[in-house]
């Protein structure tokens, strides 16, 4: 069954900043939505400025997996809509958030902790270790992914300990960060991938899009049985 994604990108800086549009001049919707087409996937992009940040509820109802990026305007996202996609997230679709996405009103509510973290700009080295390489979301990737130059997040980053934490991060300036985070909630499977930031390549790079693209096929939706809620008066046994 082919996947159906929805790339959801603020797509501020790419308006206002010349440097970020050089390098992402489709903007980072574009960029990712190229690497997911390329591997099969039915992939459309949502952006901050359409009517209902393009997330009508005909888009959100096929979506089996939203990919969220978002950075400087988590504030004007409706909660009307984040509402919505949380619905959406508990009846099982998959929610991959990238990067400055840890802040972002759907994952700090699906969360239920700040998301706070540690910062610094500076473009210094990182390293990703895989630490789980038997996961689907490690496949063909090497023992650790080498970043040249990223934006830091350090620990503490205020999260609930991950179901399964994929990737660990280490930076030259000394600190580490739980990059690679898995989660359910409801039916809803959600990974939460740090690295990713505006001013640098880092969706070009064949390992991240692989990391990606591997979360989007983990996090899309199973044909689970549908769990059954409240009073059951005709127990299965008989139990008289
Ligand atoms: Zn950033």
Known sequence: MTICVTV????????????????YPNGIHGAIADFLKDAGMDVNTATL????????????????????????????????IVDKVYHRVLDGMGLIVLHSGHFSKIFRRLMGTTCNLRWREIGEKERLWVIEPSHPIAEGIGN???????????????????????????????????????YTRGKGKIFYFRP?????????????????????HWAAPVEGPLPRFGHIPKPLEDVS
């Open 196 to 216: 990713g930031h505006e001013t640098f390549p880092i969706f070009y790079n064949k390992e991240i899009q692989r990391v990606i693209t591997n979360a989007a």
């Open 49 to 80: 400025d359409e009517p209902e940040h393009g997330l009508t509820d005909e888009i959100l109802n096929k979506t089996d997996v939203l990919v969220w990026w978002g950075h400087i305007a988590h504030r004007e996202v409706s909660d009307g």
């Open 8 to 23: 959801w990108n603020e797509n501020r800086h790419e308006k206002t900043n010349p440097e970020v549009r050089k390098i």
């Open 144 to 182: 650790y992914i080498e970043l040249p130059n990223t934006e830091m997040y350090g620990e503490r980053f205020d999260i609930p300990a991950p179901e399964t934490l994929v990737f660990v991060s280490w930076f030259a300036g000394g600190e580490v960060c739980r990059s690679g985070c898995c």
